[in-house]
């Protein structure tokens, strides 16, 4: 994403969609969490987003604070998630004091965020043996119609044939990078599952007709796939990348 204005616009495009993200968007598998923070119990989820992620963290029974810059978003999550701390902040200016935390987590998020600036402030906020782990649910195309969905749904804002740029967290004071992989799935419907396309960023910024087109074809798509009558699952990977503070 070469072009700082559309990634900009992209990067504030979800609050716009804050209830249908909480709505359909997947959660993270509480497998994948525990490998990221390991023993931890003070948790930063930075770039809360709605939550997803802060649900999977109180299944654990840790102590979570969220950060979240969008207001929309920001609401979504404490509408859900009253008990928790919510905290208006970007992870370049984390509002929290030094040394304040054991782990620090960003679920769907760390690709958007200034990464070096945003390291410099998450080893801030890190005690010494603290951990920062990303984690993203990514589609599992080696399943056939996952596959021709995300095929489907490529627009004029995405660039399908280019790869994901790498976000990996190296800093100074940071050790090494570890890598985890843990395959989960959703149970979906078919208006669930486009109403989770619609919060994707590359949809959700498309020009009005092109992103009601795509969506119409993945809905027509969807319907006629043999198990789409009813419920069907959604095969995920939830990709984890963890360093620990020195």
Known sequence: MDDPQLRET?????G??????AEHRPGYPVDAVE???GDRVRVLDLGAGTGKLTEALLELGVDVTAVEPDPLMRAELARRLPDVPTVDGRAEAIPLGDASVDAVLAGQAFHWFDNAEALAE???????????GALWNAYDDS???VKTLVSLTATSVSNPSAPA????????????VEEN?????????????????????HIAVAPDDEREAVLAKAQEYLSGLPDSRGTFYQPLLCEV??????
């Open 10 to 14: 992209r990067a504030g495009s979800f």
């Open 16 to 21: 716009a969609n804050a209830a249908l993200y």
């Open 35 to 37: 490998w990221a923070i």
């Open 122 to 132: 998450i080893t801030r906020v890190l005690r010494p043996g603290g951990v920062f």
């Open 143 to 145: 399943v056939p119609w």
């Open 165 to 176: 740029p790498r976000h990996v967290p190296r800093h100074e004071l940071l050790g090494e």
């Open 181 to 201: 992989t843990f395959k989960h799935q959703v149970l979906r419907t078919v208006d669930s599952m486009v109403g989770s396309l619609r919060t994707f960023s």
């Open 241 to 246: 990348v963890r360093a620990v503070r020195r």
